[in-house]
């Protein structure tokens, strides 16, 4: 079922182990799982889907250092409610995302179990000296996000409501931009080489929401942030949907909302607009200016009125 | 938890994904799982032990290749019902297998989940022509084992007795070389190597037993296999198993038990005392040749009386 051919696989599936080529830079390890009742439920996931965000995930790892993906590995433990079908669908999905990422799946294992878990390793390659950590980002840095924000928590609130508020959201035209979101999120690979190559001096794919990421690169590069709030680029369509679910605010979605996969990095003040132009034109991604980095360690936020607060790492945690 | 460092690894637990150095040859992937229910049982499998296999089992597949272990990635799924003790007795047997192979563990995911899971990717490094695959054995080839086999199994037998059993067992001096075959398997990565070096045609590592596995590399090389049967290196207390659990029967055991994690090779004729000779002074490892590959398909068991039957294909897979 899993592709064992593509460019540089020596020997893909079938043998003790699967042989590749690796290049003359430096070799990207990354591994994520998606869990049966952690991060899906069977009964509300499109098996296609969740093949897609197996191999997405994962491959957004590899982005976020301005690696190149290459190989993928794929364990997967099925229970006896799993039919055929599903499983087909499942590898559907992943082998459809891995050749949009020029991704070759040569490996993997498979087990029963009492419920369905999917583990995949990619394996790319990056410059060693182009890789982009999260260490790096000096005071002055810009902060820029990739892409909107909030899209897949908005999408998750919007999953959650009744069959009758997601019609309704259908015919008034709005509500799968969200959906999509949260189902088939993307890598920003292209994106994350072109950022790497601009400059930028820390970078991260955004999966747990901005602040609690943003807290991360703070953390490990020893500074301090400043988040303009009326510049974060919140999902268009939380505008929608905060107006049928009162009490849910764009900008906290935003700010905290999880799963978006987009690429969060810091750049030097004149890379900002090269690297945006650059983005826009090869990719048609949007690439917005939010805030800067600034001595201390301490993240803040700053209103339209100027008026300044302190900034928590909010965000959720699988493990919490 | 994970150590970061170690040779080759550029970055390790910590941002995205790790960066790791890898050399001129090619690359070899592998990854296995172990999930609770199937492969083992948390009121049974101590977790230092289970750290341990499930590094070494994937550490077996690379050593299968002809191939050096370099780099680990650990994601791992874990319950309510787990508490910080068993997670660091997990990770403390992990590191011990992961450092008596020269395995960094560079990186993986965590996650709660409704049963224990441990995904183990192991990539690995091989000279790309020194590579041993399961296709290359050639009629006239030895066909050789490391080892003794059957220990696993036997194991798991003594395992599943009463206390009682386990006990007289003790007493009376056998057992314990089988329950360790079946709880800390070594994976035999310099024997793999010189008998790549030694010029083996075909390898794996026996993880479904020697009759299916044995029918692996017929299949993948287009050839068939004699069997002397009193070749079989029967792993020694199986003998003691059988008297005391009537109806085992120590070769049958050998030929068909699971985990043992030896290597299975195929040799040109003048090549396997060689390599038994290297194998014996170099790793104190027995190198046993029981028997021949022939052209054809099948599989034929030769009997010390000279009488020959067909070998089944016996053994058993996870997923049945």
Chains 1, 2 share one sequence.
């Not at 810009?142 to 899209?151: A, E």
């Not at 945006?276 to 990719?283: G, M, N, Q, V």
């Amino acid at each position: 079922v899993l592709s064992g051919g593509g460019h540089g696989v020596i020997l893909g599936v079938g043998d003790d182990a699967a042989l590749v080529a690796t290049g003359p830079g430096a070799t990207v390890l990354t591994a994520d799982l998606l869990v049966e009742g952690v991060h899906f439920e069977m009964d509300t996931t499109s098996p296609r889907d969740l093949g897609h965000k197996a191999v997405a995930v994962n491959v957004s790892d590899v982005a976020a250092m301005g690696g190149s993906p290459r190989y993928g590995l794929v364990s997967l433990v099925l229970t006896r409610h799993v039919d055929l079908a599903w499983v087909m669908e499942l590898f559907g999905g992943m082998r459809a995302a891995a050749d949009g990422y020029a991704l070759s799946l040569v490996g993997g294992d498979l087990s029963r179990g009492e419920r369905v878990v999917l583990a995949v390793t990619v394996v790319g390659e990056v410059w060693e000296r182009g890789a982009v950590l999260r260490s790096g980002a000096r005071p002055g840095d810009r902060i820029v996000v990739t892409g909107s924000l909030g899209g897949a928590a908005g999408g998750l609130l919007l999953s959650q409501c009744s069959p009758a508020v997601v019609a309704r959201a259908s015919h008034a035209g709005w509500g799968h931009e969200l959906l999509v979101a949260l189902a088939r999120p993307e890598a920003r690979v292209g994106e994350g080489q072109t950022l790497a190559q601009a400059g930028a001096t820390a970078m991260l794919d955004l999966s747990d929401g901005l602040t609690k990421d943003l807290a991360r690169i703070c953390a490990e590069s020893g500074v301090g942030a400043r988040i303009r709030l009326d510049a974060v680029p919140a999902a268009a369509e939380l505008a929608e949907l905060a107006r049928a679910l009162p009490g849910q605010d764009p900008l906290a979605l935003a700010l905290s909302g999880g799963e978006d996969y987009e690429l969060l990095a810091t750049l030097p003040p004149d890379a900002v607009e090269p690297a945006a132009a650059s983005l826009r034109e090869r990719f048609g991604c949007a690439l917005t200016e939010i805030g800067e980095i600034v001595d201390g360690s301490g993240m803040v936020s700053v209103a339209s009125d100027g008026s300044e607060r302190a900034l928590r790492p909010a965000g959720w945690d699988h493990f919490a």
